[in-house]
């Protein structure tokens, strides 16, 4: 997100709550004399706790990076070639402003000299710290970063792990291509993210004989979306796609129940796979609404797992598409620091040149792109955000006609 | 396009312009009473639209009786910051000029501190309920229940605090001060006690406008700003301290963001908002509604 305002950027926000959370996670395992041997290994992140990013952070993000030292630090530690050290993390609100985002990890790489970083969170802030920490020598595996230009800068020790927007738009259409949708509307947010999808959306969609009646750009966060809803309706559409945020994404769905807009297919993005999304709709409110999705806990006995320990560590659910690729990054580093140790050119090398067994499983790199997981879809049916597309990802059959709001 | 599509697209701007009027109308009354150009009037919104919001998920109170009881809390609380901060603030300033600047000044701070209080106590996550959102079909057209009850209450209340104004004793003291600060007090108008209630009121109908908006949209910490902002562009429309010009530009505004919308880019809202905004600067500096010129 890319909202600077005056307004907001006060001398706000800087909290060490994860830290006092790590320490007091260390405290607690003082008994193994090892570990407070042990110097900490410090791992360093800014991320939005306030301002207009912080719903999809707080959802899809920073609670995995506190559940993660929570677990480490319960076993005795992150094990670092062997030796078990405790995890310390370093963290700070970028109060959902780019800028503070990037000096954050400025100083957090250039002066502190942390040992490992964790991403920000959302495509703009990755834009804008991935060649920094690639300047750094810091790898990066970003859970929440959707930019084909991301992965042109060809920047080594970056790594995207969710789908990019050419495979998800590419699974999207090709849904909808064999459920017979011949029209398409169009409306996307005009940011990085919005932008390169619609832009990979339109590529897809080239080719497969569909027609789009309207597409439509809109600033994020806006309070009324009706107008375009409306003079889409009247174009009667098979589906409707939003290439939204989360707060868009609730817009974008009330308005449409609101002036009875129900096409076939309809597509949000960023928070459909949100359990806010369901708690504010209400879940016979969202049946069949289709989205940005990859895994629930039927995906592997590791992603229930996680589902679980993710419910009880941070009394909240996980969102069923960047939390479980967030996860798997820290699968990831995990298992690379067990291996090579804090050596950081090493981990990036491990990271870049294996396959690793994540809860969303088998991922491999080419370049900075994930290309071991598929585009996929996912669909609200009966309060849980199944798959439905590709079938070899499905943990549901997709239901093809969206039935009315409720 | 039809004429209930007119209709509707014209609807739906009244009632965006409905809670943008009753926000302008609230900063309207401390800036064009008090010279307090209270930055932070929109952060009050977003805690009327969380009391509001916790009341129904967390005790099953309706959102409908939270509208009075956020009106209640807020203005007991714009009276305390009054009494806190702008009293002493009224005391020390030698004149108007500087009060206003230091006045600006402390509501910077007030919105730090109501923002981050909002993120400590409720987190910074989205909220939102369901409340009235089944259609209802007038004419050809459709609307949301819930959005049609907002359009009636904010202009009710705004309609009230005019009427209010007009009518009553109290409002004419207030008018008087606007007019007039020191041939009011010279008449024996009591600013030590009208201030701090109409700061109070003012904040009570923007925890109003909160308490409405949390049951059609979502609501966050961050929610309040962008209303700052309107509501400054509401009442340089109507012209500062006219409540009439406020409720009017206020709708005005609504209606050309919609029509703007429905016909360009929902992009490019924001360009028009602030092209009429400057519009207005550079051609009727004292607002569309002041005699005044």
Known sequence: ?406 | MSLGSWLELIASGLITGGVYALVGLGLNLQYGLMRILNIAHGEFLMVGAFLTWMATTSFGVSPLLMVPVSFAVLMAVGMLVHRLTFRRLAATSPNLDIFEARGLMVAFGLMFLVQNFADAVWGGDLRGYDYLTEPVHIGGSQFAANKLLLLALSLSFSIALIVMLRLTLLGKGVRALMQSPTGAQLVGIDTARLHPLMFGVGLGLSGVAGSLLSMAYTVSPSMGEPYTVTALIVITLGGFGNMGGALAGGLALGVIEALGMHFTNPSLKALLSYAVFIGVLLWKPNGLFNKRT
Not at chain 1, 171 to 192: P, R
């Open chain 1, 1 to 406: 997100m890319s909202q600077h305002n005056p307004l907001t950027a006060g001398p706000g926000g800087l909290r060490r709550r994860s830290v006092v959370q790590a320490l007091a996670a260390g405290a607690a395992s003082v008994g193994f004399p090892a570990i407070a041997q042990a110097a900490p290994v410090r791992v360093g992140y800014a991320i939005s706790r306030t301002g207009p990013a912080t719903p999809g952070a707080q959802t899809s993000q920073e609670p995995n990076f506190l559940m993660w030292a929570e677990q480490q630090n319960a076993a005795g530690g992150l094990n670092v070639k062997g030796v078990k050290r405790p995890i310390e993390l370093i963290s700070s609100d970028d109060r959902s402003d780019i800028e503070t985002c990037v000096r954050s990890y400025e100083k957090l790489m250039g002066s502190d000299k942390v040992d490992l970083i964790l991403p920000p969170w959302g495509s703009g802030a990755n834009f804008a710290v991935a060649p920094l920490a690639n300047r750094f020598g810091y790898p990066m595996l970003a859970p929440t970063a959707l930019s084909r230009r991301l992965v042109e800068m060809k920047l080594p020790y970056f790594f995207l792990m969710l789908q990019q927007p050419k495979p998800m738009c590419e699974a999207l259409v090709d849904m909808f291509k064999a459920n017979g949708v011949k029209t398409v509307a169009v409306i996307y947010t005009d940011e990085l993210f919005g932008l390169e999808n619609y832009a990979a959306f339109k590529v897809a969609l080239a080719s497969s004989g569909m027609t789009m009646v309207e597409d439509k750009s809109f600033p994020t966060g806006s309070k009324d979306l009706s107008p375009v809803l409306r003079s889409i309706k009247d174009k009667n559409p098979d589906a409707f796609v939003g290439f939204t945020y989360p707060a868009d994404t609730v817009l974008a769905s009330r308005q449409s129940k609101e002036i009875g807009f129900n096409p076939k297919f309809f597509y949000a993005s960023v928070g459909t796979a949100f359990p806010f999304y369901r708690a504010t709709l209400t879940p016979a409110g969202v049946e069949g609404v289709i989205g940005m999705g990859s895994w629930n806990p039927k995906t592997s006995p590791g992603a229930k797992a996680y589902f679980d320990a993710h419910v009880k560590s941070q009394k909240k659910e996980p969102d069923r598409w960047a939390s479980g690729a967030c996860w798997a990054s820290l699968e990831i580093l995990t298992a690379a620091v067990a291996r090579v140790g804090l050596d950081r050119k090493a981990i990036r090398d491990f990271v870049a040149g294996n396959e690793h067994d994540t809860i969303l499983g088998k991922i491999k790199f080419a370049g900075s792109e994930n290309v071991g997981t598929p585009g996929t879809v996912g669909q609200w049916q009966k309060g849980e955000f199944e798959v439905v597309w590709p079938q070899s990802r499905a943990t549901a059959p997709l239901v093809t006609q969206k039935p009315a709001w409720a």
